[in-house]
């Protein structure tokens, strides 16, 4: 086990590149095994361990996955398996792609049921009841998702819930099915709209990913291609709020500005200075910043998966601030860990009252998800003193590299050998 350990207190200078985006690669990995011919060479994956474990899932179903230097080639066609159940399929969240991917394609998916972070109940009804709509059978026995099809048949869609998840695992199984798929009240996160741009590039009709409406005619088969993944939208924005929180300036390149807009809205009302380039962010921070409400939403919204980093952030702003967590139902025990660095946070429910405190100071943290970990080495590179953060498998999860990129910029942090966690 690894732990990182963070001198804070350093201003932050320089430039990092952002990776491909994590939630947009986890989707596509699974898509490409829908591919019958060809092989489809993906790039811009992220180093993580999440596509690591993806990887290790479709050898298990006998893709061949051969790995280059941020790009993986998958060949599927010979899968012989539609029984996903290892370890790794339970350990991670994205595995449930495997259910609308082999679905479409084999009309058949026995996939355990997924992990990933502890952040508040996360069902699958919905991505279930798009799978019926189109004709599957669906039982859940022993932990496994059981999921059969004589005939798969387009149909109307209307979620209940806006759901990233539901949206995508939807679209895959309809992409192979016969006819149209209209899916109402679907995500418009970026990455959906990306697994919709590669199932397109593989042969797939798919149109209006980004709006309220995706608008799906089946086709025959899908084919390999090659496709690059968008950038990290999270992975940027967590870069951004650090510039901001430790002072300094900082270039993020690499990266969509459009998707940035809600975090760099808010950053620019704490008096944050941010400049969009056409392909990078600038963020020059003098730390004198001021509190203010966020709430988190679904796409355009502020994003929740940023809402740990910026609750952070919001620790030493000046003045009250409110954050509200509308997605996930316990996204705040991370806040235990910051009152150990002096932080005035009170947790009511989905909601946080912060009252901003001059500084932080160093303390031993435990990363208890992987954006927490995240904003835990945010928090301990704007503390005065030592700040080490275990657990950081979480980190690695998501976030490839994260001491280099940091170290990069000027940051005192290493990684180190552990026994805790
Ligand atoms: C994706 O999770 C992301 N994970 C999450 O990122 C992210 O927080 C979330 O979308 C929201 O943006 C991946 O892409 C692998 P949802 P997902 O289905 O798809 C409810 C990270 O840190 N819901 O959009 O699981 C659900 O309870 C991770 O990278 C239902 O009620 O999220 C939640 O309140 C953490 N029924 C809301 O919808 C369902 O069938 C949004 O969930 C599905 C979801």
Redesign the pocket.
């Given at each position: 086990m690894e732990k990182l350990v963070i001198n804070g207190g350093k201003e932050l200078f320089g430039k990092i590149d952002v990776s491909g985006a994590?939630?947009a690669a986890?989707?596509i990995i699974p898509a490409a095994i829908m591919a019958s011919q060809g092989v489809c060479v993906l790039d811009n994956i992220p180093d993580i361990e999440d596509v690591q474990c993806l990887e290790r899932i479709l050898e298990s179903l006998n893709c061949k996955i051969i790995k280059g230097n941020n790009t993986v080639t998958i060949d599927s066609t010979k899968i012989n398996s539609v029984h996903a159940n290892t370890e790794d399929v339970r350990r991670m969240?994205?595995s449930y792609y495997l259910n609308g991917a082999l679905l479409g394609r084999f009309r058949e998916a026995y996939v355990d049921l997924p992990g990933?972070?502890p952040?508040?109940?996360?069902?699958?009804?919905?991505?279930i009841k798009g799978f019926e709509a189109l004709g599957a059978t669906v039982t859940i026995e022993h932990g496994t998702v059981k999921i059969k099809a004589d005939r798969l048949v387009g149909a109307n869609i209307f979620f209940d819930?806006?759901?990233?998840?539901?949206t995508i695992n939807v679209m895959l199984a309809a992409a192979l099915a016969e006819g149209t798929t209209v899916l109402e009240n679907v995500?418009k996160?970026p990455?959906v709209v990306d697994v919709a741009n590669f199932l397109n590039t593989m042969g797939a009709n798919i149109k209006g990913a980004g709006t309220d409406v995706i608008r799906i005619v089946g086709v025959k088969e899908l084919k390999g291609c090659s496709y690059s993944v968008i950038p990290d939208q999270?992975e940027a924005g967590t870069y951004m709020i650090a510039a901001a929180a430790c002072g300094g300036e900082v270039v993020v390149n690499n990266i969509i500005p459009k998707h940035m807009e809600s975090i760099t809205a808010k950053l620019i009302e704490m008096g944050v200075e941010v400049i969009e380039n056409e392909d990078s962010i600038v963020v020059r921070s003098n730390r004198s910043l001021k509190g203010v409400n966020v709430k988190t939403l679904?796409y355009p919204g502020f994003?929740?998966?940023v809402q740990q980093p910026m609750t952070t952030l919001l620790a030493v702003s000046r003045g009250r601030s409110i954050v509200n967590e509308s997605?996930?139902e316990s996204r705040f025990k991370f806040v235990d860990e910051l009152k150990k660095m002096g932080a005035n946070i009170k947790v009511e429910g989905r909601t946080a009252i912060i009252d901003g405190v001059d500084k932080l100071t160093g303390a031993m943290l435990k990363a208890t998800d992987?954006?927490a970990g995240a904003a835990m080495v945010i928090a301990g590179l704007m503390a005065e003193g030592i700040t080490e953060v275990t657990c950081i498998d979480h980190v690695d999860r998501?976030y490839p590299h994260i001491e280099e990129k940091f170290k990069m910029l000027g940051a005192d942090i290493r990684r180190v050998r552990t026994e805790d966690c």
């Open positions: 994590k939630n986890v989707a969240r994205a990933g972070c952040i508040g109940v996360r069902p699958i009804d919905q991505h819930v806006v759901s990233v998840g539901a995500a996160e990455h999270i679904p994003p929740t998966d997605i996930w992987l954006r998501g």
